[in-house]
T-cell receptor
Framework: GEDVEQSLFLSVREGDSSVINCTYTDSSSTYLYWYKQEPGAGLQLLTYIFSNMDMKQDQRLTVLLNKKDKHLSLRIADTQTGDSAIYFCAESLGIYNFNKFYFGSGTKLNVKP | DVKVTQSSRYLVKRTGEKVFLECVQDMDHENMFWYRQDPGLGLRLIYFSYDVKMKEKGDIPEGYSVSREKKERFSLILESASTNQTSMYLC?????????????FGDGTRLSIL
């Protein structure tokens, strides 16, 4: 499968910004996604970005895409303890690949009060 | 909102048993997927289905099979459970089509094989 890479852990203080990074390998990916997984739960869609965009902002979330370097990041402003979770990036292989996704290994975000 | 329901949140079975994990979605999605999630390995695709009775192997199909007799239901079968199949299993569904088609997930089944 494709290699979608993320660092495993990130620790921040409440009120700081968090930046979670991801690199992917399939340059033909049209959509890239961020999901959040709280303990014991499934994955919840947070946001997505279309591959012809550089940036997308959605309230406290900012997604940056550098298509040349195949680098995706998720910035969470004013991080709260409720943001503690595992965050997965995913790339969609598109309609001709049955909308299969490749997921990164997940970044566990720990927010300290 | 899309609802993907997995029949059990926790399941404990014994080595050698045949195990069924069930998943139902209510949005008439064509595609359904089964993943397993292990720490540090992310989500790995076991099988997926793009239509009734149609199935395709994912990256780690060994030891598993699937069944899709109705569009809304996708079952994962462990033919003879082994301890290395202890894991979190996640089901997802998505529409076929161009454009933004996110996968929607169930809450997962944490399976322990003793």
């Amino acid at each position: 499968g494709e290699d979608v890479e993320q660092s495993l852990f990130l620790s921040v203080r409440e009120g700081d910004s968090s930046v979670i990074n991801c690199t992917y390998t399939d340059s033909s990916s049209t959509y890239l996604y961020w999901y959040k997984q709280e303990p014991g739960a499934g994955l919840q869609l947070l946001t997505y970005i279309f591959s012809n965009m550089d940036m997308k902002q959605d309230q406290r979330l900012t997604v940056l895409l550098n298509k040349k370097d195949k680098h995706l990041s998720l910035r969470i402003a004013d991080t709260q303890t409720g943001d503690s979770a595992i965050y997965f990036c995913a790339e969609s292989l598109g309609i001709y690949n049955f909308n299969k996704f490749y997921f990164g290994s997940g970044t566990k975000l720990n927010v300290k009060p | 909102d899309v609802k993907v329901t997995q029949s059990s949140r926790y399941l404990v079975k014994r080595t050698g048993e045949k195990v069924f994990l069930e998943c139902v979605q209510d949005m008439d999605h064509e595609n359904m997927f089964w993943y397993r999630q292990d720490p540090g390995l992310g989500l790995r695709l076991i099988y997926f289905s793009y239509d009734v009775k149609m199935k395709e192997k994912g990256d780690i199909p060994e030891g598993y099979s699937v069944s899709r007799e109705k569009k809304e239901r996708f079952s994962l079968i462990l033919e003879s459970a082994s301890t290395n199949q202890t894991s979190m299993y996640l089901c997802a569904s998505t529409q076929i089509g161009q454009g933004n088609q996110p996968q929607h997930f169930g809450d997962g089944t944490r399976l322990s094989i003793l």
